[in-house]
């Protein structure tokens, strides 16, 4: 960025006038990660207003009859699925090895976008890994005003900037797994303005879990909007989810980059509602985990899982569970497309807030046998999972230590990305939360807050790229759209 020092801080200020010229400051009020779940934040979930019943019906017509077709298919799908998950549990999530990473790709690439989850080893080394707890805890204690769910036991934190975590971020070797990731992803269309061969830094929260908490009891839920996934002027800009709607869910492909250049994630300005396009989300471990010690939970079947939620609310059950058996319940021949008789409602979507799940609203997903743990994780360890994916956390940390992690996605290059990346770099000088988040003044009153020379000392020039404090470069492999985004990122980055 051209009037950026290197090591001066001091010129920062002169750069943030240029920045609010073009970009919104921090204006969200302050909250948690509580405000974006409904069932964490204890709020009504008032119905849906007519409009999305409108919508429903706009998304299926013409083609009712192939939606009723394609829902008893996925039905017997989903049910054979189900069954291997609850058997292999934690064992089905494919597992890699930094060390050998390319071959592990290779190996593993079919299962990998079958399940839609993955756990990498020692992309950190452990030693490191650790240690950036023990700093992230000396960071609150000197900073005890530092904002936390909940308030008076904290597990998630509301910190965003601290040495830690902009060290991970900027780690080469993280960089180098976001980077081949990203590669699992394609463009049915080759013109389309993305670029997938070098990742943007997306700035998120950390846990330490501490055994017994039962208030982080986040259950399934997928991030990146809710009823957005639905609305014309939400993922249906770029016609993500269209073969799903059309009643040909088997071929929907949720790993085209192309549908999701456009697509609007959060219309609704909710706290911690994400308006940038992560391909991935993940994490990485400063702790060592088991199953059951306040860890991941995922259903490893992104494709169905994600058919069966976008359909389940044009349907309903003839009988219900009480008069019925589990198995008659559930029976293709007891589901009936809803017709007239249809509702505005979409099952667990409530607009600015996160898409969540239950066994009562989601039956045929199964939830308490097709929620696997991940493994057990190690210091240094980096668990990723597409961006559709359901995923919760343990309902209760029945450990004897901590469980810790860095929240840490996958963001490829895209105009979208770009312009959030520039109001996120603006964050970062003013030590406030990104633009995403609960706002107020955040980390800027923190002693011992990093700076803009601090992040250059951590970063190298592919780290400082990801974190818009460097101008973005193209690669051979590049396609016309790819070059060109990274052109027009370039421009609004301001370099």
Known sequence: MRALSRRTPANAAQVRSVMMSTTQTQTKREGNISDSFVSLSGDARPPLPQRFLDLKK????????????????????????????????????????????????????????????????????????????????????????TKAFPPDDPQVYELYWSSPQLRARAHPNLLRVQTEFMKLWHKSDPESVVSISQPLTYADRLRIRQPGDAAFALGPHIDGGSVERWELEGYGRGGVYNKVFEGSWEEFDPWDVSTRVSAVMDNYNGLGACSMFRMFQGWLSMSTTSPFEGTLMVNPAVKLSTAYVLLRPFFRPVKGPDHISPDAYLASDNWEFAGSDMTSELQGATPGHGQELNNALHPHLDLDNTMVHVPSIKPGDFVVWHCDTIHAVDKVHKGTSDSSVLYIPICPVTELNAKYLVRQREAFLNGTPGPDFPGGRGEADHVNRPLEADLRSYADAEGQRAFGFEKLVTTKADTVGSKKVTSLANEILGF
Request: a positive charge; glycine letters at 6%.
């Open 58 to 145: 706009t998304l299926i017509r013409g083609h009712e009859d192939r939606v009723i077709k394609g829902w008893n298919r996925l039905l017997a799908e989903l049910k054979r699925e189900n069954e291997t998950i609850a058997r292999e549990g934690p064992k089905i999530i494919p597992t890699l090895n930094f060390h050998n990473l390319d071959a592990d790709l290779t190996r593993l690439r079919d299962e990998l976008k079958k399940r839609g989850v993955a756990v990498i080893r020692a992309v950190v080394p452990e030693d490191e890994a650790r240690s950036f707890k023990g700093d992230i805890e000396e960071y609150v204690r000197r900073n005890p005003h």
